[in-house]
């Protein structure tokens, strides 16, 4: 049962799939309601990009969806990190400075040893702490107020993400998003293929039940390879965004419509045309990306009637979000569940 292009608010569609209904209602309905609010990187201007705490901040700060950029490593280990080198993003160059085995996997280019998570196994990858790439979108631990620079983050797996989404769904009812990332290596069909299959065998893994297979609008799959983006829509039911240019014309935004859910463009493309040009076809519109940078685009992305906004500051984005679309007032939830109730009464009289 597909939920995501209609009105119905997720506590509905969960009864509906036969699914026990949450006891937080108020909590879960924002992912299908209201505009979204992704968590670029987990809370990325405030701790290292693709941490767990990164996520975690994130989920404190109420942001509806986290996102993991995905590779995969030589042994076959979903792992979250934005680049396919892990020089800009982890401390490699100095572990590797006293691990021969760790130097011997790296490949030299233009005077730069480069350390590429495909080349890598994951016990390599286990043996690095995440730092920040810096500049003014990316964490600072002499600025943030949520680390000072001496603590060690973990480079998370795909199952780490998971795991922990699911881990807060069945200890609090609370829902929270996942919208992973295929990224890709430009030549290497076969493996970016790979990330596709692989990521889509781990939101099916029996042990989440089905809570990621759709049901509970909190999965997106998203990948600027339009290829991988139609293997995605060929192979899963799941919504898939294309990271794309903004569509041109009606017929270009149409034809993307043949394949994918929503398109993820630019801030700079969000343009009031281009939003509603997409929302014609019938695509969804998210936009990345929003940091400390330039928070004002919040507010001004937000009133375009965009779907949602990747962010690297989810506590301005959702307080962005919240004010120009409040959470649901106690009465209308108590409308909400007689609407449901109705709803339910008529599918009975209609077995
Ligand atoms: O996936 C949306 C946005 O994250 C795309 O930009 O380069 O940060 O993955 P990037
Ligand atoms: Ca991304």
């Not at 286990?126 to 973990?154: C, H, I, M, W």
Request: include cysteine.
């Amino acid at each position: 049962m597909q939920c995501r292009s209609v009105a119905i608010p997720v506590i509905a569609c969960a009864m509906l799939a036969g699914v026990a209904p949450l006891s937080t209602p108020a909590v879960a309905a924002p992912l299908a309601d209201r505009p979204i609010v992704i968590a670029h990187r987990g809370a990325s201007n405030y701790l290292p990009e693709h941490t767990m705490e990164a996520y975690r901040l994130a989920v404190q700060m109420r942001a509806d969806f986290i996102e993991p950029d995905l590779f995969l490593t030589a042994d076959g280990v979903l792992v979250a990190r934005h680049d396919r080198s892990l020089n800009a993003t982890t401390n490699v160059q100095q572990v590797a400075a006293s691990d021969p085995d760790l130097f011997a996997k790296g490949t030299q280019v233009a005077g730069t040893r480069q350390y590429y998570i495909d080349t890598l196994t994951y016990a390599d990858i286990q043996k690095l702490s995440a730092v920040s790439r810096g500049g003014a979108a990316y964490s600072n631990p002499a600025t943030s107020p949520y680390y000072d620079g001496t603590e060690s983050f973990a480079v998370p797996t795909f199952n780490d993400v998971l795991d922990y989404v699911y881990d807060l769904y069945t200890s609090s009812g609370r829902i929270v998003g996942v919208y992973p990332e295929v990224k890709t290596i430009s030549g290497a069909a076969t493996y970016n293929l790979a990330i596709a299959d692989a990521m889509l065998t781990a939101l099916a893994d029996p042990k989440y039940g089905g809570f990621f297979d759709g049901r509970f609008n909190n999965v997106f799959l998203q990948s600027f390879d339009q290829s991988i983006v139609q293997h995605l829509s060929a192979n899963s039911d799941l919504p898939v965004v294309y990271l794309t240019t903004c569509p041109s014309t009606a017929a270009a935004a149409t034809a993307i419509a043949q394949y994918a859910d929503g398109i993820g463009i630019s801030t700079g493309q969000a343009t009031q045309a281009c939003i509603d040009r997409a929302h014609a076809a019938g695509l969804l519109v998210h936009a990345y990306t929003v940091s400390l940078a330039n928070p004002a685009l919040h507010d001004t992305l937000y009133a375009r009637g965009l779907d949602g906004i990747f962010t690297n500051t989810p506590d301005l984005g959702v307080a962005s979000r919240d004010a120009l679309y409040p959470v649901p007032e106690p009465a209308s939830l108590a409308l909400l569940g007689l609407g449901v109730m109705g709803l339910l009464a008529a599918r009975r009289s209609l077995c």
